[in-house]
Every structure is written in structure tokens, then in C-alpha cells.
Antibody, heavy 127, light 108 residues
Framework: EVQLLDSGGGLVQPGGSLRLSCAAS????????MNWVRQAPSKGLEWVSA????????YYADYVKGRFTISRDNSKNTLYLQMNSLRAEDTAVYYC????????????????????WGQGTLVTVSS | SYVLTQPPSVSVAPGQTARITCGGN??????VHWYQQKPGQAPVLVVY???DRPSGIPERFSGSNSGNTATLTISRVEAGDEADYYC???????????FGGGTKLTVL
């Protein structure tokens, strides 16, 4: 069974840093692009970042570019999101999500759908 | 950047058909994916590549995409279908992912 376990959330002051982790199991982690998606309280889904299967290509939404860094350790089947210079508007539940098709089928891109998603981890930025 | 527009809410009686739209400029040229999210839970994929269903998703869920509108259709709606639904595409101009604003489906 494919499983994604998000962790690392918590309360942090504005300007602070936090690192999220997503532990994957049940599939060949190194063959799939991975993404982070967030959801502010009572708001919709908002894409944050994507990382190619091999880790060589990264993509960021404009509102986190320069502050967040996505990375992966394929030997540990784990995805990360390093979040720096956090702002109140970054408060949200953060989900990791696996690409729906492997890198070969996706032509090496990060395109496509997300399946499955992790359970989410809550990040609260507040003084 | 690419924008997807969904109605904030749709209401339907049990047993009837719900149609949730997702509008975007020439969205018919893109692959559209749909997610269901119930309160306190992570999103679940219900339709991918416009009209394909993952294993385990009932045949009552179907999708279509043409012109400037993609549609998620839920036939014979049940109380358990009450949830928020989101459409999603991949923006080829910048390799970014775009979500619609979400539609709350209420079963009367």
C-alpha cells in the first residue's frame, strides 16, 4: 500500500524557519516526482512546490520562491520542505503528494495528477 | 498565470445528478484532474486526465472537458458525496500546478 506520512509542523514565530518531512513507502520513491500543497484554514488548495524524480528540477510558486526549498533523499524515501522567513500568511496544513504516474510515463516532467496525498501537517506562524 | 474558476457551491437532492464546472482559457487543450476533500481529511483523486477514474472510485463519478469548461459529473448523488471538490491542471507555460478555488457540494 502506498503511504505518505507528513511531519515537522508546529508553531513558529514570524521570520522563523521550519523543515517538513514526508516519509514514503509502498512504491519506488525514486521513480516519481513529488509535490507540496498547502491549505490555509477554511481556504482552498494552493500548490507550493514540485521536485522531479531524480531531484534535478525544482519548481516553486511565486509566493514561496526564494524562501522555501524542496529536496529529497531517495536513499531514505523522504521528501523535505525547508521553510525560511516564514510569514503569517504561510499558516496552513501542508500536504505532500505523489505524482500519479512515474517519471518515464511523464516524460521526465512533473506534470500530471496527485495520488495519493499525505495526511498533512499543520504549520502555524504567529508571535 | 493560468486561472481556473469554479462555482463556490452546488446543491443537489439525493439520487439526482450534480455537475461541477471548472472554467479556464482553452482548458479543453489541457488535462484536468479532480479531487474530493471531506472535512478534516486529505484530498482524494476522483478523476484524472479529464475522464479516467482511479481504482476504487465509483462509476457514478465521471468527467468531461471541452472548449473553456471542464465538468465533473456525479450521478445518483449520495449523502456521502457531500464534500469540497477541486479541479487541477498543469500550466505548461511555467511548469506550475494550478488548482481551482473549490466547490462545496451540498446534498439536500
Amino acid at each position: 500500500e502506498v503511504q505518505l506520512l507528513d511531519s515537522g509542523g508546529g508553531l513558529v514565530q514570524p521570520g522563523g524557519s521550519l523543515r517538513l518531512s514526508c516519509a514514503a513507502s509502498g512504491f519506488t520513491f525514486s521513480s516519481y516526482a513529488m509535490n507540496w500543497v498547502r491549505q490555509a484554514p477554511s481556504k482552498g488548495l494552493e500548490w507550493v512546490s514540485a521536485l522531479s524524480a531524480g531531484g534535478g528540477s525544482t519548481y516553486y510558486a511565486d509566493y514561496v520562491k526564494g524562501r522555501f526549498t524542496i529536496s529529497r533523499d531517495n536513499s531514505k524515501n523522504t521528501l523535505y520542505l525547508q521553510m525560511n522567513s516564514l510569514r503569517a500568511e504561510d499558516t496552513a496544513v501542508y500536504y505532500c503528494a505523489k505524482a500519479g504516474r512515474d517519471s518515464l510515463a511523464a516524460g521526465g516532467t512533473t506534470s500530471g495528477w496527485f495520488d495519493p496525498w499525505g495526511q498533512g501537517t499543520l504549520v502555524t506562524v504567529s508571535s | 498565470s493560468y486561472v481556473l474558476t469554479q462555482p463556490p457551491s452546488v446543491s443537489v437532492a439525493p439520487g439526482q445528478t450534480a455537475r461541477i464546472t471548472c472554467g479556464g482559457n482553452n482548458i479543453g487543450s489541457k488535462s484536468v484532474h479532480w479531487y474530493q476533500q471531506k472535512p478534516g481529511q486529505a484530498p482524494v483523486l476522483v478523476v484524472y486526465d479529464d475522464r479516467d477514474r482511479p481504482s476504487g472510485i465509483p462509476e457514478r463519478f465521471s468527467g468531461s472537458n471541452s472548449g473553456n469548461t471542464a465538468t465533473l459529473t456525479i450521478s445518483r448523488v449520495e449523502a456521502g458525496d457531500e464534500a469540497d471538490y477541486y479541479c487541477q491542471v498543469w500550466d505548461t507555460s511555467n511548469d506550475h500546478v494550478v488548482f481551482g478555488g473549490g466547490t462545496k457540494l451540498t446534498v439536500l
